[in-house]
DNA sequence: TATCGTTGCGCAAACGATTGAGCAGGGGGC
DNA sequence: GCCCCCTGCTCAATCGTTTGCGCAACGATA
């Protein structure tokens, strides 16, 4: 590979001439007819700035982490272009994580962090770390912005209108008419379970009805887990009429467990899920869902994590602007009588 | 972050015989005392090898590039789960790439390997990529391995065995007593689409089959695709009783769409896709399906492009063990008569 | 007592890029 | 004619690591 050295042989100019011209600093005084004879001699050579060598220099390396729990999980789609476009536009690359088993603190953070390989991170985190593991995050300067993740005031955050959207997938069963209407939630421990939580409580009370003990499921956000929920729910006296399922993917799930009990959907019992996606709309009936706007928690995320890189700045910022939409399918019908 | 200088101060002694003992080299020549002042040094320090300074001076970054053109496509979790499961063994990292409408020699291969981010990638290229693109391929010295990809011969490669995958498919559909079994494939410059084409040709012939013109669609591998694919073979005369779907994705769709259109399965068609994932398992009915070896794909693939790297021999592999398997649900019966 | 080999380190030169400081030469103001 | 400033470059230090070479000190051998 070309080096700037190589470049400046050629153009018969020094190696930081060349530098301030490729990397256009502002005060760069090239006379023109330099700047033409360097840009030339760089792109017959095919010259490309070694990244490590730029990034020891300027110990910047213009890369973010984006770490998620699950990178295949569909949701993650849209939150990536975000992230991507946003950090395209800055001049900054994402560089992708799983976090499977990733506590913070834990080994991945450290390397990206640790050893320089990223400037930042957009960091969301499973169902399952324990909150006791959050605040090794603190300690760490790094400028890391959780995802859908943590309760404001610790680092930055970034986060959907949870509360918000299990509040539009309620009212819509409630619209339909049903009263008997359940909620599969995620995990106790889960920040976003407890945020959705809220907008369920609020549409039924908002709506005066009040639902049998036993109506909200906490078992989690897998397609397991959605078939577990299904099965507690069904066991219920009296059985709901419609689920509020607070995950897309434990939405799939639920309703796959429906068929397998015979259930039909919607006419003996409605489906309406948080979250959209391409599964969605393959299931049968295509589920009923609330579109969150992952694209744009994608890109807010990375925007903050740069901000905090360039300024110190750190925020909390709840994404409301597209607001939580209903994309009415056909798992969703009024109750029978 | 602390530095090998930092580490020598408080170990009192030379950057040198740090670097040596903490990148234990062979030769180290390091008494057991000042060994040990220095590991605890750096431990106390939090020491962390800077990979700027280390890539830069070594001109390796351990690191190899996965890109593939959907990355939340369920069928990649197990080819990057292998690819990482080898990596880490070996000691590299696996830097995650997406390359929607990245066409080799593109901007992102560019990136990656010109500006020394990675020492080698596994590359898997879109249907739509023409063949002219991957020449470009072969011009750069670059240590590529292409993924489910290109023939043989022109960089390494590393494919499945998409032939023995259709084949046993379709031989399922043959076992139940299926003649008219149609096959909803890939794009015709689809290098696995060649090859799975060609086990469904062989299931046929050796069985003695034959099936009637048109029964073979050539749509792609998308959701949509599989409902397109399907619309075109039930509207062909005799219909089919049997659909061999090359791909999961493709299938998932072709299933929604025989619902949307009253068409029942497993009663009235019968369908067998090459692939599984968890879509499979939570379709309405569960799809039959043959399971693909992506996990040892990913590994064999990472493994290839390190040997490329530090021997720079190249090679052409198909996985074969362990062999494609046949995972029975519910989408597939005998004919109705 | 010279000589030699080994052990145990330190010195300093890279790797490729960035950047503050310096330095000629020319033009303008007085 | 002198001084100063501006233009258009070059020099050289620096980032953190790796690594070939050098060099003491020391025990062993002749």
Redesign the pocket.
């Known amino acids: ?1 070309a ?3 190589d470049v400046a042989a050629r153009a ?6 060349v ?2 011209v ?2 256009d ?1 502002p005060d760069s ?3 023109a ?3 033409q004879r360097i840009v030339d001699a760089a792109s017959e050579l095919h ?4 990244f ?3 990034a ?4 910047r390396t213009q890369v973010v982490g984006l770490v998620v729990p699950d990178i295949t999980n569909a949701l993650f789609t849209e939150l990536m272009h975000g992230a991507e476009d946003e950090a395209t536009e800055r001049g900054y690359t994402v560089l992708l994580g799983r976090s499977d088993d990733v506590r913070p603190g834990g080994e991945v953070i450290a390397r990206l962090i640790g050893e320089g390989r990223v400037d930042g991170m957009a960091l969301q985190i499973g169902d399952g770390v324990p909150p006791a593991g959050l605040k090794d995050l603190l300690s760490t300067q790094a400028p890391i912005v959780l995802v859908n993740s943590a309760s404001p005031g610790l680092v930055g955050s970034v986060t959907l209108d949870d509360h918000r959207g299990a509040l539009i997938a309620t009212q819509h069963l409630l619209e339909l008419g049903h009263e008997r209407i359940a909620f599969a939630n995620g995990l106790p421990r889960s920040f976003t379970a407890k945020r959705r939580r809220t907008g369920y409580k609020q549409a039924l009370a908002t709506a005066k009805v009040q639902v049998p003990k036993g109506y909200e499921t906490r078992v989690g956000y897998t397609v397991d887990n959605g078939r577990t929920a299904l099965r507690r729910l069904m066991a219920l006296e009296p059985r709901p009429t419609g689920i509020v399922v607070a995950n897309v993917n434990a939405a799939v799930g639920l309703l796959a467990e429906a068929r397998r009990l015979g259930l039909k959907v919607p006419d003996e019992l409605s489906v309406v899920t948080v979250h959209d996606s391409w599964t969605a709309e393959n299931t049968w009936p295509p589920l009923t869902a609330v579109k969150m706007q992952f694209y744009t928690v994608g890109r807010t995320a990375v925007r903050s994590v740069i901000r905090r890189i360039e300024t110190g700045e750190t925020s909390d910022e709840v994404v409301t602007d597209p607001a939580p939409e209903l994309v009415v399918r056909e798992s969703t019908a009024p109750p029978a009588r």
């Open positions: 590979m080096t700037l050295g018969g100019v020094s190696i930081s001439a530098s301030r490729l990397s600093a005084r090239v006379s007819a330099t700047r010259y490309r700035p070694n490590a060598g730029r020891l220099k300027s110990a």
